[in-house]
């Protein structure tokens, strides 16, 4: 009985740290549609560029906690580049043109990490405080991903505050709302654009430095990660931040699960659940998502 609680909450754990890295991603992904119409497929390779900036800086020497402030503002960097070098040219045409677009500078990103840092995997090494475990109810868990809960945790509430109790925020709901209004009464739309895809840029830098010490990373980790992130954000209703965090906790405990029990089905059940969720909620868990 007491393998079995223990099996338990190890399990409960591991479903919320991945429900994390899972939210991250997809928040990203979701604000960039949300505010600037962009579906994003070069996405799961900022993430992964956040994995390589952290383990980069971090083997140079610089302290891990300001590897983490430093690898998503440079993604972020990267998306300032991606969005004023090519996105913006091509905003006003129909989504299409941007989804053809992403999809190339997701091989474009790809190609560059290889040309960089080669095909070999790399290990983000962590810093020796943060190698220990906790020990609660009998149970031994790894201190860094009670670290990533927590970081992940102030992230979202961060956001929240953000997007919920100041005029940015604010500003920034009613243009994914009601941009032409929103346009008329004198807010710079080209900002809100670039600012929506750094934001989002930098999320996914962020989840991929977190992710760099749990996964092995390789070129193509940003793969998987879209692919998981497409589910949270569809799951959840394209365009819905709110349906986005619980179809985050709800993957991420599925995968968690179907990896216990089932191994290699583990994404096969989590596709089941997703057919199943929109064949009942085509609009998300919430009914927010948009379809146009």
Known sequence: MQEILRTSIELALNSLVLSGVFLSVALGLNIIFALGRVINL??????ALGAYFGCTLISSGLNFFTALILSPILVGLVGLLIERGTISHVRKR??????????????????????FW???????????????????AGIKYPLFRIVILILTAIVLAGLMLLLGKTKI????????????????????????HVGAFVLGSMLAGFAGFLAGPLFTIHPEMGHTMLLNSFVVVVIGGLGSLRGSAISALLIGIVQSLSEFFFADLAMVVVYITMAFILAFMPRGLLGEGRHD
């Not at 070069?42 to 993430?47: F, I, N, T």
């Not at 095909?119 to 020796?128: A, M, Q, R, V």
């Not at 925020?169 to 809100?192: D, F, T, W, Y």
């Open 42 to 47: 070069s996405h799961g390779s900022l993430y």
């Open 118 to 136: 080669g095909s070999g995997n790399y290990f983000t090494k962590l810093p020796e405080s943060l190698h220990c475990t906790l020990t609660f």
């Open 94 to 115: 129909d989504i299409h043109y941007t989804l053809i677009l992403t999809y190339g500078l997701w091989f474009f990103l790809d190609g560059s990490i290889r040309y």
């Open 169 to 192: 925020g604010l500003a920034l709901r009613a243009a994914s709302n009601i941009p032409e209004m929103v346009s008329c009464l004198g807010i710079n739309m080209k900002a809100v």
